[in-house]
């Protein structure tokens, strides 16, 4: 595979239409080549005559490698792996669709029992036949002193960090600004910021949604529910249909997530090698 430093409109284009082929699991790595290319990371692709037929992208996100890949061919699989292999990176964390990551896993020799995410797209039909009254409001989130420190410890309670180098990992200033500019949404009730969440990927057609946190103190009172409800209002506005993933084992979670219309796609992973 080749590592790609400079992106061209025609390759641009023909990267893209690889990875339109699967939109909605490639939502991500979308985004980063429609919107975002100053912040790309890593890219290496495999090519023919006829087109890009593979893709590896690595980015650094501050805690590990996050790593996705997109193949056409099991040749193609086995030269992702010989790549991750050279590159001999540290944490990296390898998200793909289940079945992918498991033939991945199986070629580098890495022996691991997965806990599957499940991937739901919103059926929006059902989502409008749902009656719903939110008391809560939903904001974007300023980069005033007040917002950026509400976001620092929502990012900390999410990502369950403990230690003072971890804290220090997920809420330094260049990590949580560089999020806020590309969006980060504030749930207010009652003049008080208890949950927040965000879109990871934005393409032609889906938004997904992820991070989505609600302060310990106002769980269970509706509010998780609501604050997906708005989400996924703001993505209809903008005409794109909603997808997130969660924890097979997050069972919470994904009977609220059903109760308002998603609907189960496939199995999804995010795994260490």
Do not use: W
């Not at 893209?16 to 082929?21: D, F, T």
């Not at 996705?68 to 292999?85: M, P």
Request: net charge neutral; hydrophobic share 35%.
């Amino acid at each position: 595979m080749k590592k790609i430093d400079i992106i061209t409109e025609k390759l641009k284009k023909e990267i893209l239409e690889l990875l339109y082929r699967d939109e909605m699991y490639n939502a991500i790595l979308i985004e980063l080549i429609q919107n975002n290319m100053d912040n790309l990371g890593e890219l290496y692709i495999n090519e023919t005559k006829n087109g890009i037929t593979e893709i590896l992208h690595i980015r650094n996100d501050g805690n590990s490698n996050f790593t996705n890949f997109v193949y056409t061919s099991a040749d193609g699989l086995k030269d992702i792996a010989f790549k991750i292999k050279e590159l001999n990176y540290r944490k990296i964390l390898l998200a793909g669709k289940l079945e992918d990551v498991n033939s991945l896993f199986k070629i580098l020799g890495c022996n691991k029992t997965i806990t599957p995410n499940i991937f739901y797209k919103l059926n929006i039909k059902k989502y409008n036949d749902i009656y719903r009254e939110y008391q809560s409001k939903i904001r974007i989130a300023s980069l005033n002193n007040e917002d950026v420190d509400k976001v620092k410890e929502f990012t900390v309670n999410f990502l369950e960090a403990k230690t003072e180098e971890e804290i220090i990992k997920v809420a330094n200033d260049e990590k949580i600004l560089a999020k806020m500019k590309s969006g980060v949404y504030l749930l207010d009730y009652e003049n008080t910021l208890i949950g927040m969440a965000r879109f990871v990927g934005k393409t032609n057609n889906f938004s997904e949604i992820t991070s989505v946190y609600i302060s310990e103190a106002y769980r269970s009172r509706g509010f998780g529910k609501e604050l997906i409800g708005h989400m996924i209002d703001i993505a209809i506005g903008e005409q794109r249909t909603p997808v997130l993933a969660t924890s097979i084992s997050n069972i919470p979670a994904r009977k609220t997530y059903e109760s308002i219309g998603f609907e189960r796609q496939g199995e999804y992973a995010y795994e260490f090698i």
